[in-house]
């Protein structure tokens, strides 16, 4: 492929307030483990006027966590920088073959998982839920690609649905016409992809009159408030929405959890949409259950790896994972359950037990899970 | 250099194909893909093409309206035009009469090579490449997974995979050459590359257009009936303590699976 020109995207990144002072870099999960340096491609796009996005593998190692964005104190986007270089190597076809077939799975498939849309609704076997474009509910549950299809996520999604019957919500689901909500394709580069779902959501959901959009996932909860413009409805990422309900008195976890447990804030629902408080709070009203933090939470958290397209991404230098840091970090604590609120979390942290060899020490939960654990 | 591609439109590879009273039901298939080996064609040709940095890679395919899905992914890949043989006369079309409507199309175009994917994951036949060749008179290397042109452009050097080794050869051109899985890394058809790729030069061709009648390209064959592969039967889980469940485990597989 040819090389980019600096000048196309300097401008929209806004690339020259960059001080270089390195806050970006030094934020940076993954540059403590491989060498991708956002400065010095901040840094290399101001000198140059073509960059070549095809001699910086290392642009697969993000995991758009966002750090960079979100302390760079001249409120430059170094994350974009990224998003928009994997963009030049999209439209060239050169991308990792992991990539390129999750890509092409959700442009035939609707899922980046290789799966058939026929499947889709597997997960809800033997429990009552209502299809919502036959049938007007309150609640429109998005339970992502992952609950629809990974065995160990619809785990979660099903305590989830058990949960909203125990409170009484009226819910219902997309059932075969929901599709990826293509976040982690933008993040890959693929913005048309993107823009092309979104154009499909604008029509699936001008025949939807819910009040309240839940998603399971804060990626796919990112993409629906941020990113997909207006909505006829609001929309909350589940943990927002078990809060109210709790505070309503219309969700009572009642039977004891005895157990330590510590929470790991995603970083799309934490440092990116500062949703830290609602986690805790449904985590703290189930009884017995004791609460305690890892050094690094809040917007200090440190990112499992999984987000920004990862999933599909090895990266490089895949001898070191951040999820094994994570996992040690969590036992240092003493907790006996990590508590996760994203199915890519749960993916890339339950892994790391496993792979640790600490199954019996540590147990990796969902609040979901928990709370659905908890129910009378 | 002209490199023609010959390119096939499939169900999805990962859904499970209907079938009913000994048919597939193709109204219930939602999802078609480009033949996966069709892929490695494309890419191969694109890479001859980069490697020269000159030519022209022309797609062709035999099939109904929504095959122009597969043509502009291979555009959206790069390919510079396709040719979209639809004709409602084709409908049912076996193997040999597909190779015989593509040899009449590729005759009236300039060639100096010819790929096909090995064969075409829904039916499995692998008979185009070889048949084209025989109608072209062409030289055909088959299953290649390694190609090497020279650089006159006048002769190729083929690695094909045979039973526990590689097979290397020497082929003038023009010929067919069918690939395998191996023979490339096929890019990505990006979103943005197919809506491009509606700009690129498509032409639809119809059996009149190629001077053809339908009875000089009938079928041959016909499928009797379709049956679908047997329901796998659920997992059986052997209790007990280990020692006594392994010994359980080796008579099975010994007695009722006949494995071992």
Same mark, same amino acid.
């Given at each position: ?35 991708? &340096? ?9 000198? @140059? ?5 095809? @001699? ?17 104190? !001249? ?32 442009? $035939? ?51 989830? $649905? ?54 399971? @996932?804060?990626?796919?909860? &990112? ?35 005895? !157990? ?24 703290? @009203? ?53 508590? $996760? ?22 147990? $990796? ?12 | ?15 499970? =194909? ?60 790069? #390919? ?12 049912? *079309? ?8 593509? #040899? ?50 006048? *002769? ?12 290397? =050869? ?23 590359? =197919? ?5 690129? /030069? ?16 009938? /079928? ?7 049956? /679908? ?30 494995? =071992?």
């Amino acid at each position: 492929m040819s090389p980019i020109q600096t000048s196309e995207y300097i401008h929209e990144l806004t690339l020259r307030e960059c001080i270089q002072c390195g806050k970006c870099t030094g934020g940076c999960p993954v540059s403590l483990k491989t060498s991708l &340096n956002i400065r010095r491609l901040i840094y290399e796009s101001l000198i @140059s006027d073509t960059v070549s996005p095809e @001699s910086h593998e290392e642009l697969w190692d993000c995991t758009t966590c966002k750090t960079c964005t979100l302390r760079c104190p !001249k409120g430059v986007d170094p994350c974009g920088l990224i998003v928009t270089l994997r963009g030049a190597l999209v439209e060239s076809g050169r991308i990792p073959s992991t990539v390129r077939d999750a890509l092409k799975s959700i442009t $035939v498939r609707g899922n980046p998982l290789n799966m058939p849309p026929q499947d889709r609704t597997l997960w809800t076997e033997g429990l009552d839920i209502k299809y919502i474009l036959e049938e007007e509910a309150e609640v429109l549950f998005f339970p992502c690609c992952m609950g629809a299809y990974d065995p160990r996520v619809q785990k979660v999604a099903r305590s989830l $649905v058990k949960v909203f019957q125990e409170a009484g919500v009226d819910f219902g689901i997309l059932g075969e016409d929901e599709i990826c909500c293509a976040h982690e394709a933008r993040r890959l580069g693929e913005k048309e992809l993107f823009e092309g779902t979104v154009e499909q959501y604008q029509e699936i959901f001008s025949e939807v009159k819910a009040e309240k959009l839940v998603a399971l @996932s804060p990626h796919c909860f &990112n993409a629906f408030k941020n990113e997909y413009g207006e909505l006829p409805f609001q929309v909350l990422h589940y943990t927002q929405f078990l809060a109210d309900l709790i505070k309503q008195g219309k969700l009572k976890p009642v039977r004891e959890i005895p !157990k330590k447990v510590t929470y790991h804030d995603p970083c799309y629902l934490g440092k990116q949409n500062k949703i830290f408080d609602e986690p805790r709070f449904v985590l703290q @009203s189930i009884p017995g259950l004791e609460l305690v933090e890892m050094e690094r939470c809040r917007e200090w958290s440190l990112c499992c790896e999984g987000g920004g397209g990862r999933m599909w991404a090895e990266g490089t230098n895949i001898e070191v994972r951040l999820s094994h840091e994570r996992v040690r970090e969590a036992l240092e604590t003493g907790a006996e359950i990590l508590a $996760v609120a994203c199915p890519f979390c749960m993916a890339m942290l339950e892994d790391a037990v496993k792979t640790l060899g600490l199954e019996e020490k540590l147990k $990796v939960l969902d609040i979901a899970e928990l709370v659905a654990m908890s129910l009378g | 250099m002209n490199i023609v591609v010959c390119v096939k439109q499939v169900p999805d590879t990962e859904i499970r =194909i209907p079938v009913q009273n000994g048919r597939i039901v193709e109204e219930e298939i939602k999802q078609y893909v480009v033949n996966p080996y069709d892929e490695f064609a494309i890419e191969e040709a694109l890479r001859i093409k980069e490697r020269f940095g000159e030519g022209k890679v022309t797609l062709i395919t035999v099939g109904p309206e929504r095959a122009r899905e597969a043509l502009l992914t291979g555009l959206a890949m790069g #390919a510079d035009e396709a040719i979209h043989i639809n004709d409602p006369a084709l409908e049912g *079309s076996d193997a040999f009469a597909t190779a015989r409507v593509l #040899a009449a199309a590729i005759k009236k175009m300039p060639y100096d090579l010819i790929l096909c994917g090995k064969q075409a994951v829904d039916q499995d036949n692998a008979q185009i490449g070889i048949a084209l060749a025989e109608l072209l008179d062409l030289p055909h290397v088959s299953v290649v997974t390694k190609l090497e042109i020279a650089e006159d452009k006048k *002769s190729a050097k083929a690695e094909r995979e045979v039973e526990g080794g590689k097979e290397v =050869i020497e082929t003038t051109l023009p010929a067919v050459i069918t690939a395998q899985k191996g023979l490339n890394e096929p890019r990505y058809p990006s979103f943005k590359g =197919i809506r491009m790729a509606r700009q690129k /030069p498509y032409t639809v061709w119809t059996l009149a257009d190629l001077g053809l009648k339908p009875e000089e390209v009938a /079928p041959q064959t016909e499928v009797v009936v379709i049956n /679908p592969p047997p329901e796998r039967k659920a997992g059986r889980i052997i209790q007990g303590d280990p020692e006594t469940a392994v010994k359980e485990l080796v008579r099975l597989l010994r007695e009722e699976a006949k494995v =071992i």
